[in-house]
């Protein structure tokens, strides 16, 4: 079972910077992979980005180079620093585990769900 808890979100302007954090309270924290996604409004949820316990990471296009995902496992958090927002990056972001597995990238690969927390960006 994993229990997850997010911070960090809040309204900013186009071009900020935020970091949301997932705090993961698991019992295996390194091999648990964690994936960040996020819905907008009349939007379905999309995956935004994932690291897996073998090392790996992965971004949706619309992110990259802007957003870095990272894993602290002497924390066992897993943060989401997200630069040069823009209004379009609106949405509940919502952290995303899965056990005993390297898979991200759908939400058919995810077993547990954050509670989600609001990210706005103004123009």
């Known amino acids: 079972q994993v229990q997850l808890v997010e911070s960090g979100g809040g309204l900013v302007q186009a071009g900020d910077s935020l970091r949301v954090s997932c705090a993961v309270f698991?019992?295996?924290?390194?091999?648990?992979?964690i994936s960040w996604f996020r819905q907008a409004p009349g939007k379905e949820r999309e995956f935004v980005a994932g690291?897996?316990?073998?090392?790996?990471?992965g971004y949706a296009d619309s992110v990259k180079g802007r957003f870095l995902i990272s894993r602290n496992p002497f924390k066992n958090t897993v943060d989401l620093q997200m630069n040069s927002l823009q209004p379009e990056d609106t949405a509940v972001y919502y952290c995303?585990?899965?056990?005993?597995?390297?898979?991200?990238?759908?939400?058919?690969?995810?077993?547990?769900w954050g509670q989600g927390t609001q990210v706005t960006v103004s123009s």
């Open positions: 690291a897996n316990w073998g090392g790996g990471t």
């Open positions: 995303a585990a899965r056990q005993a597995s390297l898979l991200y990238g759908s939400v058919d690969d995810v077993e547990f």
């Open positions: 698991a019992n295996t924290f390194s091999r648990t992979t």
